[in-house]
């Protein structure tokens, strides 16, 4: 969870694997785009500062966030090393915000436990526009920095276990 004093952007790039050898898959939400944007970018971005060659990078969308289970199923297929799923969820007025959160978050926990390739939660699932704002590139930094590093984090740990 972010706080004031965390900036989601910030790692010691001296701990991070060579990434150079890897391909990554990035399956994207069109749902709440302007955030979901800002996280590709933060993700794309630090993957590139990293070593990943950008021909090793496969982006796909997907329509909205729970779609996004199905979209890095397929991903997982595509002899990628790790995936990372993006999107937003913005709490509204019904259960609907509930449902999907909770349905998106045991789906990928679930591609996880039964698939080889190890995928990446960068779904944000904020109370309100701003707080996403903050967490896609504003004050708290960019949670697809933060996923970026986990997904190579998690690629060494496959492919060196």
């Known amino acids: ?6 900036n989601l952007s910030d790692y010691d790039k001296t701990t991070i694997p060579d990434a150079s050898n890897y391909r990554f898959g990035i399956v994207v939400s069109e749902w709440n785009d302007t955030i979901t944007e800002g996280l590709y970018n933060g993700a794309y971005n630090t993957l590139l500062e990293n070593g990943v060659h950008p021909e ?4 796909w969308n997907v329509p909205g ?13 595509q002899m990628v090393d790790a995936v990372i799923a993006i999107g937003s969820v913005i709490q509204g007025e019904t259960k609907h915000f509930d449902f999907v959160c909770e349905g998106v978050t045991q ?4 591609l996880n436990v039964i698939n080889d ?4 939660f960068c779904v944000l699932t904020d109370n309100n526009i701003q ?4 967490r896609s590139g504003g004050i708290h930094g960019n949670k697809g920095t933060e996923a970026a ?5 998690m690629a060494e740990l496959r492919n060196n276990s």
């Open 56 to 59: 090793n990078l496969k982006r």
């Open 149 to 153: 590093i986990a997904a190579i984090k």
């Open 1 to 6: 969870m972010a706080t004031a004093n965390k």
């Open 131 to 134: 707080q996403s704002i903050e």
């Open 107 to 110: 789906g990928i926990k679930d």
């Open 117 to 120: 390739v190890p995928v990446i």
């Open 65 to 77: 966030s729970f779609e996004l289970i199905y979209g890095c199923k397929k991903m997982q297929e």
